[in-house]
């Protein structure tokens, strides 16, 4: 057999295959010039946010006084270096809801609607979606009272009271949190009151309320395409704002965590989009979205 012949062929053909090959590959998406875009966050149909209160990181995750946060925590995901804003808790509702403090600086009650700032309520209604909150302790649907001693209700906790723009009927007690889980809002707050939030009981109650009140939710929705998240208002003020924060539903990848800092403001621009928003409020709009730990 004759040996192969080399064939030599001209530059300029060489150079129009080479951009063949590129743009070929470039086309299937195997090669390309930018880096890689994280991937997009999943459309989920329910989230209820549940916001508890002045624990540290440290005294919540891997605490046995907290079960069932670190069960989620394990079927779920974990936000290992969240944080939040600033001291005491009224301004950290203010800015998780709204991307600012709004000028609030102490727990003292302000004046129902003095803001017209956006907010998470006032987009998503803006947007036509369905947006309410569920507090325990509320006297009644669409209260303002500043707090009521006999229920252990404590407005400084539920800040959708200081805007305007979000219609106080959308602020339900929490026995108006349904049973059937297909009608809750798109997004969704609960709050405990001053007992079962942990601020004036302990861990171990928190927990337990958590379970036995958002439990079957979150069970619910593994297979409903819905989402759970859990966070604190603040820490101890010994922690530098450490803040335990687990996500867990549907599209979280099980036993998930990210070591990337995040806050409030983090948070909230990962529920406007979450959402499908295209605004975001204050601070949120310069905040990056949660990642690391969809499916």
């Known amino acids: 057999m004759s040996p192969a012949v080399a064939v030599r062929r001209p530059r300029w053909l060489l150079s129009m295959l080479g951009a063949a090959v590129v743009l070929a590959v ?11 875009h994280a991937a997009a966050l999943p459309t989920p149909d329910h989230v209820v946010v549940v916001v508890l209160e ?3 990181y440290s005294q919540v995750i891997g605490s046995s006084s907290a079960p069932y946060i670190n069960s989620l925590k394990t079927g779920g995901a974990n936000l290992t270096a969240s944080y939040a804003i600033t001291h005491p808790s009224q301004p950290n509702y203010m800015a998780l809801f709204s991307g600012g403090t709004q000028g609030i600086t102490s727990d003292s009650c302000y004046t129902p609607g003095f ?3 956006a907010n998470l309520g006032s987009e998503l209604i803006a947007a036509g979606l369905a947006w309410g909150s569920y507090n325990e302790g509320l006297p009644s ?6 707090s009521n001693s006999s229920t252990k209700y404590a407005r400084k906790h539920n800040p959708w009271f200081g ?10 007690t929490f026995a ?3 049973t059937n889980y297909s009608t809750l809002p798109k997004i969704s707050f609960v709050v405990p009151n001053l007992c079962n939030d942990m601020h004036d009981c302990s861990v171990s109650t928190g927990d337990t309320w958590l379970q036995n009140n958002l439990g079957a939710y979150a069970t619910w929705a593994t297979t409903h395409n819905s989402l ?8 101890n003020s010994l922690n530098g704002n450490h803040i335990p924060t687990v996500l867990y539903g549907q599209h979280v990848t099980a036993g998930s965590s990210s070591s990337t800092t995040y806050n409030h403001y983090n948070l909230l621009r990962t529920l406007e989009d979450l959402a499908g928003l295209t605004t975001h409020a204050g601070s949120a709009a310069s905040a990056s979205d949660i990642t690391g730990i969809w499916s």
């Open 163 to 172: 805007f305007s723009n979000v219609p106080t009927n959308t602020a339900y």
């Open 26 to 36: 470039a086309s299937i998406g195997v090669w390309s010039a930018e880096p890689a």
């Open 228 to 235: 759970l998240i859990v966070t604190f208002d603040e820490d």
């Open 141 to 146: 649907q669409g209260s303002t009272v500043c």
């Open 176 to 178: 108006q949190f349904p």
């Open 115 to 117: 803001s017209s700032a």
């Open 54 to 56: 002045n624990h540290a």
